[in-house]
């Protein structure tokens, strides 16, 4: 196949100085870090908090799922307001919320304060993926965009390994409210850093000004029913977010009872098997760059490369689980959590290429919806499938939905240059700068 690139115009949305734009990359890099330390990290000192407030199972089960509702409750509405207006200030109010939560959360004497806090962190986490991703794929060529946000994606990772070690070693040395507020504070460090990052909408106006005597472009309708509209009607896009669903389902399930597996099934020690967890999340997080680099190579000659990549990928990860899990064979166990990352980066970038480029903070928030319900779903389900056949054939089962996200992927690939281009018609229609 010829290559389709060469074909077309692939300039960044917004012209931003080489120097500037390795700076604000490094700025959002380091708030999504932080976003997943404040999400996250607190799960390593929920012993000493328990203790200290005298909280319940129940109570403690509670404070992990309010950050997830939080998240949930807004994604949407931040990521359609932030689009619309300003992905900065949206980026900067965001992370001005999670960090006023992370100090509020160690000021807090009691379960309804701390619950409230913790609410308040998963609101200002809600939707900061969405904008930081759009703003990041405004600012690089798409033919750069699986390596950047691969390498952007690294940050979950890093970001969940050092909140565990941050938050518990703090918590040691100076109590756990210290660790709030330390975290709090380079939170609030980061967030006025974030004042210094590029507004895509006042570069546009700029950039369209010095094209054309008329900014059209700030006449495109941007409302809540055109993004319905746009969204709804995107086969591809629904179906990246159905089939990113699915694998979420089989990976959080998986996550979550590996320790289990380890130690039930394989009769490792717990230490031993807390290791294993840790070096299979490094090893991983290597998979978001690498995917990215592949997709961008691949792109070039085909851009169904942001579907057929996954397929691969997560095939790969369901052959691999199957026959870790059923063989007990470590390797393969890591190897399809490798392939899992491996093929995570071509959902972020299908969500900024599949729609106008008005809405890319809100088809992402999209995505965060449907990985978040199915991936909630998937700790639960494999549980009860536990219960009911035990737990290595309930890790085989759950693969089902790995092979149905594979089944999706590959009816999308008959759709998605259709859908590509047709945002790529309505940016023309509206003379999107």
Known sequence: MMKQSTQEQDQPLIQVPKRKRTICFLILYGLFVIDFISRVGINAIFPVIQADLQLTDT?????????????????????????????????????????????????????????????????????????SNSLITS?????DWGKKIGIYNTAMTFGMALGAIVFANLADQWGWRMAFYAVGFISLALTLASLTLPDPKKLMAKQCDEQDDAPVHKQIDTSLKSAFLVIGKNRSLLGVCLGAGFMSMALQGVLSWL??????????????????ISVLALISAFGYPLGGTIMDKWYQYDKRARVYLPAICVSLATVSFLAGFQLQLIPLIFLGGFCLTTANTAYHVATQELVPSWFKSVSYGVYVLFIQFFGACGPLLLGTLSTAFGLTKALLMIQIFT??????????????????EKARALEQEENYC
């Open 259 to 276: 320790s289990i597996y380890f130690v039930r099934e394989m009769n490792l020690q717990l230490s031993l098997a807390a290791t294993l």
């Open 139 to 143: 600012m690089y060529s798409k033919k």
């Open 403 to 420: 092979a149905a996200a594979v089944v999706v992927f590959l009816l999308i690939s008959l759709v998605y240059i259709k859908d590509y």
């Open 59 to 131: 109570q403690v089960g509670m404070m992990g799922s309010v950050v997830l509702l939080g998240m949930a409750v807004f994604v949407l509405p931040i990521s359609f307001l932030g689009e619309k207006y300003s992905p900065k200030k949206g980026i900067s109010f965001s992370a001005l919320i999670w960090s006023i939560g992370t100090l509020l959360s160690g000021m807090a004497s009691s379960f309804g304060v701390l619950l409230a806090s913790r609410f308040f962190v998963g609101t200002g986490n809600s939707a900061y993926a969405p904008l």
